[in-house]
């Protein structure tokens, strides 16, 4: 106990002051500013800013004028009047304290005065409370992430999948659906396996699996190639099976004229049942948000033309002119087929007529109900193509089967209806072939 601390000494360290509110005597440090302190016993403030120190006049000691080291003392906004105790027990540190000392009579001793000290707990606010937590909570989540991070980097170490550069981000919804998601067996998507048999086993000619940078680039040219071109001569030597496109592009000239083309917004590429692939394109028109999709059949690694019919959407008949003469002889459409529910007119009998959709991937016009004869060795093979898959999902509905096909179609002897046509055969189950 430093001599200060003496309770002999302590009286010559202290002022009296009468509170303004309870009228009672409150004893405290000298030198100390009313203002910062509160009455212990009503946690009124003791005085203003300006106001000296009133001293008692029962007080016996004089109130010093100078301190050598005065305390700070904090005013305590308790609205209860505190529990004096002279040997108070250990508690649990608070969050924030503050503490006002004052003096007082021992109540053991009357002849002496001992020291006595206020403390209270500064409760936080809601929004600091609510700062707080949310601060809490990032650094938890910062702390969370990098560790699950840095786990997956340690435990996978050289198995860590690099992007592919030369596949574009965005997917395209008419690449997917021209892809042929469920393919036939005369198409086979690129996780085949099978050795290309136009490579003969030499690596160099090999065709790669997935589309790369340079037969993008190969596929762009062609396409600006085409655009510029000025002659029928000079389009037949960029496309596939020059002496029958040649012909079919004569006649009608479904190619855009003064059309540029920007970018490549998405690709994708197909092999096919001879062993050759199929590039899907879909490349931006110039700088508008418009598009066009182009389709190429690559041979070799070197080896890449267009397919224009599939490029332009070519059809032998207009499907205009086909629904308004509606004829009796087949004619074939580059199509897609999936189940339907349409029964009326001449093909209202389900137990012979099995329905179809016919459509054609971005073109909402081009909408028919196709009826296969559920009696014919065709109509029984077809339907067995198009039964839904089960969904490896247990409680998931089945999966719709697709398919790409070039399909022969007629119209019956005194039709009802414009769109109600029956299917005779399938030439082709592949757009590409």
């Given amino acids: 106990m430093t001599p200060k601390d003496i309770p002999g000494n302590l009286a010559s360290q202290w002022a009296v002051v009468n509170c303004l ?4 005597q409150v004893r405290i440090r000298a030198g100390s500013r009313l203002s910062k302190l509160a009455c212990p016993y009503c946690s009124k403030p003791l005085g203003n800013e300006d106001e000296p120190h009133q001293t008692s006049s029962s007080s016996a000691t004089k109130k010093p004028t100078t301190h050598s080291n005065p305390q700070r003392q904090r005013r305590v906004t308790a609205k209860n009047t505190p529990i004096w ?3 108070p027990e250990p508690q649990t540190i608070p969050e924030q304290d503050d503490t006002t000392e004052f003096l007082e009579i021992d109540p053991n001793d009357r002849s002496q005065m001992r020291l006595r000290r206020v403390r209270r707990k500064v409760h936080l606010r809601p929004w600091q ?6 601060v809490c909570s990032l650094l938890v989540i910062i702390a969370v992430a990098s560790v699950s991070l840095l786990t997956i980097l340690v435990f996978r170490g050289g198995n860590t999948v690099t992007a592919d550069l030369n596949k574009p ?16 067996p005369e198409i086979r998507e690129v996780s085949d396996t099978r050795q290309n048999p136009l490579s003969n086993n030499n690596p160099e000619n090999e065709i790669p699996a997935s589309i790369t940078g340079e037969e993008r680039d190969a596929c762009l040219d062609i396409i600006h190639s085409f655009a510029v071109a000025k002659t029928p001569e000079e389009r037949m030597a960029l496309v596939v099976h020059p002496e029958i496109t040649g012909e079919r592009m004569k006649r009608k000239r479904l190619h855009p004229e003064n059309e540029t083309y920007s970018e490549i917004i998405d690709s994708n590429k197909l092999r096919l049942e001879s062993g050759k692939f199929a590039i899907l394109l879909a ?11 182009f389709a190429f059949i690559q041979s070799s690694r070197d080896d890449i033309k267009m397919h224009w019919e599939v490029s332009f959407g070519y059809q032998p008949i207009p499907l205009e002119l086909f629904k308004k003469t509606q004829p009796e002889q087949a004619h074939p459409f580059r199509a897609k087929l999936r189940n339907g529910d349409f ?6 009998d389900k137990k012979r007529w099995y329905c179809v959709e016919v459509y054609y991937p971005g073109n909402p016009d081009f909408l028919m109900y196709g009826y296969l004869d559920r009696q014919t060795p ?9 039964d839904q898959s089960e969904n490896i999902i247990p409680g998931l509905p089945a999966i719709e089967t697709t398919l790409s096909v070039i399909a022969s179609m007629r119209f019956p002897q005194n039709p009802a209806s414009n769109n109600q046509v029956e299917i005779v055969d399938i030439p082709s189950y592949s757009w590409f072939e």
């Fill in 21 to 24: 509110f309870c009228k009672k």
């Fill in 85 to 87: 105790d002279s040997n």
């Fill in 129 to 134: 409370k609510a700062k707080r937590i949310l």
């Fill in 169 to 184: 981000e965005i997917s395209d919804p008419k690449i997917s659906e021209l892809s042929n998601p469920d393919p036939a």
């Fill in 283 to 293: 490349v931006r028109i110039g700088n508008l948000d418009q598009q066009r999709y």
């Fill in 343 to 348: 029964f009326a007119n001449t093909f209202d």
């Fill in 378 to 386: 065709f109509g029984q093979g077809v339907i067995a193509r198009l």
